[in-house]
C-alpha cells in the first residue's frame, strides 16, 4: 500500500481564499483523522471520522473550517475564508483498529496563507 | 489518559544506544504506553506499544518498570536518520474515543 496520501503538499493562498486539502487514507482503514501542527500549539487533532462518520470534532477551530468524508477512501478538510493565523501543516492520518491507537500519518499540506 | 513527562531534549553518539526516558506516574491499570516520532518534515511515525511487559520490534525496545510508572524507549544502534523528536502517548483503548494527545516530546539529536 502507498500508505496515507495527501495533497497537496505545499499550498500557497491568498487570505479570504478559499483552501481544500484531501486525504486518501489506507485502504481498509476504517478511522481517518485530521490534525494541525504548529510552533506554538504543536500537533493538535481537529476532526476524526469512524466509518465515513465524524465521531469528534471538538479540536475544529471555528465554523470557517469543516471536514467531510464522502467515501472510505477520501476525505477533505476546507477553510473558507482562510486567515494567515490558519497557517500550519496539515495532517491526516488513518487507522485500521482504533482501539490499538496505532495511526498511520501522511506527509502533510504546509499551507501558507499570505 | 494519563498525563505523560519527557525531557526536551537529548544528544546521543552515532551507533550507540538511545535511551528516551518517559513518566506516566498516573497510568491507569489499562493504559498503553505509546511511542511515535516525527523525523523533520515528516509526519509523525508509530515505532511501538506496549501495557507491562517489555516490547521489542525492528525498530526499538520498550521496558515499562513493574510499577508502569515510567518507561524508556530504546533505539539499540542510534543512526543520523533516528534523528526526530520522540513522543510518549499514554492510552487507554476506549472505543469511541480514539484522540491520540501529543505533549512536546523529546527532541533526540544523533551527533556523528
Known amino acids: 500500500d502507498a500508505g496515507v496520501i495527501q495533497s497537496p503538499r505545499h499550498e500557497v493562498t491568498e487570505m479570504g481564499q478559499e483552501v481544500t486539502l484531501r486525504c486518501k487514507p489506507i485502504?481498509?482503514?476504517?478511522?481517518l483523522f485530521w490534525y494541525r501542527q504548529t510552533m506554538m500549539r504543536g500537533l493538535e487533532l481537529l476532526i476524526y471520522?469512524?466509518?465515513?462518520?465524524?465521531?469528534?470534532d471538538s479540536g475544529m477551530p471555528e465554523d470557517r473550517f469543516s471536514a467531510k468524508m464522502p467515501n472510505a477512501s477520501f476525505s477533505t478538510l476546507k477553510i473558507q475564508p482562510s486567515e494567515p493565523r490558519d497557517s500550519a501543516v496539515y495532517f491526516c492520518?488513518?487507522?485500521?483498529?482504533?482501539?490499538?491507537?496505532?495511526?498511520?500519518f501522511g506527509a502533510g499540506t504546509r499551507l501558507s496563507v499570505l | 489518559d494519563a498525563k505523560t513527562t519527557q525531557p526536551p531534549s537529548m544528544d546521543c553518539a552515532e551507533g550507540r544506544a538511545a535511551n528516551l526516558p518517559c513518566n506516566h506516574s498516573?497510568?491507569?491499570?489499562?493504559?498503553?504506553v505509546y511511542w511515535y516520532r516525527q523525523i523533520h518534515s515528516q509526519g509523525p511515525q508509530y515505532i511501538i506499544h506496549?501495557?507491562?511487559n517489555n516490547e521489542t520490534n525492528e525498530m526499538a525496545s520498550l521496558i515499562i518498570t513493574e510499577d508502569r510508572k515510567s518507561s524508556t524507549l530504546i533505539l539499540p544502534h542510534a543512526t543520523l536518520r533516528d534523528t526526530a523528536v520522540y513522543y510518549c502517548?499514554?492510552?487507554?483503548?476506549?472505543?469511541?474515543?480514539?484522540?491520540?494527545?501529543f505533549g512536546t516530546g523529546t527532541r533526540l539529536t544523533i551527533i556523528p
Open positions: 492520518a488513518s487507522s485500521a483498529d482504533g482501539v490499538k491507537n496505532i495511526q498511520y
Open positions: 485502504s481498509g482503514h476504517d478511522y
Open positions: 471520522f469512524n466509518n465515513n462518520v465524524p465521531i469528534d
Open positions: 498516573t497510568i491507569s491499570g489499562n493504559e498503553y
Open positions: 506496549g501495557l507491562k
Open positions: 502517548i499514554v492510552k487507554a483503548p476506549n472505543f469511541g474515543n480514539e484522540k491520540l494527545t
